[in-house]
């Protein structure tokens, strides 16, 4: 780990104005992604502002029924909040389904919307990699891409954002809050948050420099059956090939979200008319444009199977 200055910010406007000052500097919450890549030097900031003594670490209800968590509140706090449970199960699912429960403890919010991709062509420095070193290549290109993204990929970058409350929270509208250097606040939806690679595959969302998760807000229920499915290789401790997020209604519609596919979380409004149709339907419409290699194309037919599963169980 390469040497680095720190501090500790009184405020959250505070805090973005000593990130956006200082060339190479960082936010430091939770800490559970960051500090591991800068042990392997992937990541080498400068300095870091460490936001945990702002008051940012609570849940409540908004004017319109609606949720503000704050940028700090832990994924095992607001997994377990009695609201989130009732109103807003498939986040309470897909924030269980992840990592574990020592992580959850520690991991915040905001910390989990900003993690970086797991591609394993990211975490070795000895491979080319454009989210890691802008403009040096992509070796999971021609590489082993067996977990990597089939959908809204570009010849710069074909990783996959790798959490899980993210994908719910698309599939329920969330929006972001945000503080800017200048104390100015702006409010960005979960649907334009996180990027696709397109020709800056290292830029992974649309923050600016400096600004600064303050809360994550999310609208009024919106009734429904709520299902978080996960595909991956072991029960536990590990990331999706495949998840989806659905919120079902009775009539045969709903909202779904896939995660493990994209550098995104992936939603297709579009496709959601079809869910009277089946899940064929609705991945075949989702998945429009896609590419994947050989090793991967499997996630697309997993896609469909997952998602019937959701069907099936919403049926029964």
Known sequence: MKAFTYERAKSPAEAAAAVAGREGAKFIAGGTNLLDLMKLEIEAPTHLVDVQDLALDKIEETNDGGLRIGALVTNTALAAHPKVRKDYAVLTRAIVAGASGQLRNKATTAGNLLQRTRCPYFYDPNMPCNKRVPNSGCAAAEGFSRQLAVVGTSDKCIATYPGDMAIAMRVLDAVVETVLPDGKTRTIPMAEFHRLPGDKPWLDNTLGKGELIV?????????????????????????????????????????VAFGGVAHKPWRVEAAEALLPQGAGAVVAKAFEGASPTEHNKYKITLAERTLAGVIAEARS
């Open 215 to 255: 809360s994550v807000r999310l609208p009024a229920p919106v009734g429904g059956q709520h299902f978080y499915h996960k595909v991956r290789d072991r029960r536990s401790y590990a990331f999706a090939l495949v998840s989806v997020a659905a919120i079902l209604n009775d009539d045969g519609s709903g909202r």
